[in-house]
């Protein structure tokens, strides 16, 4: 059974940064495509970057092109969303994802079959 939990959640003012991990537990994380969703007050879940399992393709919903980095450790199990120059727009609980197959598209919840509990992000004004 494979296992993700995030960290790196916090309160940051506007124009501040944070970096949330995803750890990966109960099968090395390099055969997984793995992904970071979020989901605000009121809405519902919303693709933010995914990353090939060996890191060599990302995508990114346009929103937080240039302002989001995902990346993966595999060695370390590990998959990162750096995010700089936050809004209070960002402010969501993150979630990290993760599949064996992409049997539909990158950004499609639906096709990723792990999840983690979530961590919020919160960017006041």
């Known amino acids: 059974q494979v296992q993700l939990v995030e960290s790196g959640g916090g309160l940051v003012q506007a124009g501040g940064s944070l970096r949330l991990s995803c750890a990966v537990s109960?099968?090395?994380?390099?055969?997984?495509?793995m992904g970071w969703f979020r989901q605000a007050p009121g809405k519902g879940r919303e693709f933010v970057a995914a990353?090939?399992?060996?890191?060599?393709?990302?995508y990114y919903v346009d929103s937080v092109k240039g302002q989001f980095t995902i990346s993966r450790d595999n060695a370390a199990n590990t998959m990162f969303l750096q995010m700089n120059s936050l809004k209070p727009e960002d402010t969501a609980v993150y979630y990290c994802a993760a599949t064996l197959v992409l049997a539909t598209g990158w950004d499609d919840s639906s096709a990723y079959r792990y999840w983690g509990q979530g961590t919020q992000v919160t960017v006041s004004p």
């Open positions: 990353i090939s399992s060996t890191g060599g393709r990302s």
């Open positions: 109960g099968r090395t994380s390099s055969t997984y495509t």
